[in-house]
């Protein structure tokens, strides 16, 4: 009897000990990828659902925090369309866009200041504070990180929409030299001391090219770059930089995906290693794909 009462618990300790097994082994896997980014700078453009949805957010933070605390240095950009909407339509400012570009006069521009650096900023910093990482939220204009001007578009004058002139890394090195991870606003600054409103895509592509990142990661709410549009298993795992162009006059790559895909071109041809566009509505995406060798989104490579 004595031996028919042990049985189930030694085949429990036999079940929970083969799984603790299993979690090792996915640890020792992870090793080369761990070695190959130790002290690697990696440029983190979050936005899309990765910001919206909680549980999403949840996991991306823990991914961050891992990223930092097994050695690699995390440098996050943010954006906040949806959040500077809402704002607006709060406040009761009427919202336009042109070419796809808000047009941003001066009560607009101060709300999505208020909106990116004040709110959404330090809202990432306490997020990554509450798992024991230092973080420290800056915007363009601090130690003149992005140095910008009125950006036209076809011509039209859209206010205080701004393009990049000039990245200015002093800050973003004395952050991570002292163990910080740097968390960015899309906000820049002219000679005057004029706010601009910048696309985020272009102020993660600009600020991973000028720290030669190993990795700039787009976080997206599609699965990658596909060659079929409508057929959401069609991602494309890799694509040399090379072909992008060619990806863009067969229209494989159309629409909104194009000035995505060309900030990835800019960002490897400035000498950041691989850029990677990924699925942001996954949990953990971004341990998917730096920690495993097939990934879950498109990689773009430098050109041989």
Do not use: W
């Amino acid at each position: 009897m004595i031996m028919s009462k042990s049985m189930p618990n030694i085949e429990h300790k036999e079940i929970k000990m083969q799984e603790y097994i299993e979690k090792v082994e996915v640890l020792v896997e992870t090793l080369p990828y761990i070695r190959e980014f130790y002290g690697k700078t990696v440029v983190i453009k979050y936005g899309g659902s990765a910001m919206s949805d909680e549980n999403i957010k949840r996991t991306i933070i823990q991914d961050i925090t891992l990223m930092k605390l097994v050695g690699m240095n995390p440098v996050i950009v943010h954006g906040g369309g949806p959040e500077i909407n809402e704002a607006l339509s709060q406040l009761g400012i009427e919202h336009k866009f042109v070419d796809g570009l808000r047009v941003t006069d001066k009560k607009t521009m101060e709300v999505a200041e208020m909106v990116l650096t004040g709110k959404i900023n330090k809202s990432i910093v306490s997020d990554l504070q509450k798992q024991g990482i230092n973080a420290v939220g800056i915007s363009g204009k601090d130690g003149k990180l992005i140095e910008a001007s009125k950006k036209l578009s076809n011509g039209h004058d859209l206010g205080f929409v701004g393009k990049i002139d000039k990245i200015n890394p002093e800050i973003l090195n004395t952050l991570i030299d002292n163990g910080f991870i740097p968390i960015i606003s899309p906000i820049g600054s002219d000679k005057e001391g004029n706010s601009y409103n910048i696309n985020a895509d272009y102020v993660a592509a600009a600020i991973a090219g000028e720290l030669k990142a190993q990795k700039l990661v787009f976080l997206t709410d599609t699965e990658g770059v596909l060659k079929n549009f409508n057929d959401k298993s069609s991602v494309i795992s890799v694509l040399p930089a090379e072909e992008i162009q060619i990806l863009i006059e067969n229209q494989t790559i159309k629409g909104g995906m194009i000035p995505k895909i060309e900030c990835c071109e800019k960002a490897v041809n400035q000498g950041v290693k691989a850029v990677h566009i990924i699925d942001g509505r996954i949990e953990h995406c971004l341990l998917l794909e730096i920690f495993t060798q097939k990934g879950i989104g498109t990689m773009i490579e430098a050109k041989s």
